[in-house]
Structures are given as C-alpha cells and as structure tokens.
C-alpha cells in the first residue's frame, strides 16, 4: 500500500555526527582487513591487506584529529 502523505526530511547530521559516524566505520573496516589478515596470514593478499589496515588507521587518525577541531570552542581572534 502507497503512503498518501511522505514521511518528513531527517535533520541533516551535524559534522561533529558525521565525523564520529565515519570514525565507527573506519573502526569497523580495520577489524575486518585485521580478520582476514589472520584467517590468511600466508595469503598472496596479505601484503594488499596489511597497505590496507595502515591507511585505514592512518584514516582514523585523521577523522579523530577533526573531530577534536570540530569539538574545541571557537577561540575568539585577536583585533589590531
């Protein structure tokens, strides 16, 4: 059966959400390339899989520096 009236647009996410939300992701991914990596450590792959975690971690690292600029308070600049 058809909706007669649509639901309502979400609230877009804030950055400071959508960075924390990326973050969870990146996380995600790094368990699953450090999985693989040890259900196949003799793999072909295993050196794709290793380049893999390393910039997912390096990813992580920086979707966490952004989130703490995202969350620092505005510092007000001075005037001359």
């Known amino acids: 059966m058809l909706k007669i009236v649509p639901d309502p647009p979400h609230p877009p996410h804030s ?3 959508t960075l924390v939300q990326a ?3 990146a996380l995600c991914a790094q368990a699953v390339a450090h ?3 040890l259900l196949q450590p003799k793999s072909p792959a295993s ?8 910039e997912v971690e390096t990813l992580r690292g920086l979707l966490e520096s952004a989130l ?4 620092m308070p505005a510092q ?5």
């Not at 050196?47 to 390393?54: E, G, K, N, S, T």
Request: net charge negative; proline share 8%; hydrophobic share 50%.
């Open 23 to 25: 973050t969870g992701y």
């Open 35 to 37: 999985q693989a990596l």
């Open 68 to 71: 703490i600029q995202v969350q």
């Open 76 to 80: 007000p600049r001075p005037v001359h």
């Open 15 to 17: 950055l400071e959400d």
């Open 47 to 54: 050196v794709l899989i290793m380049a893999a975690m390393h």
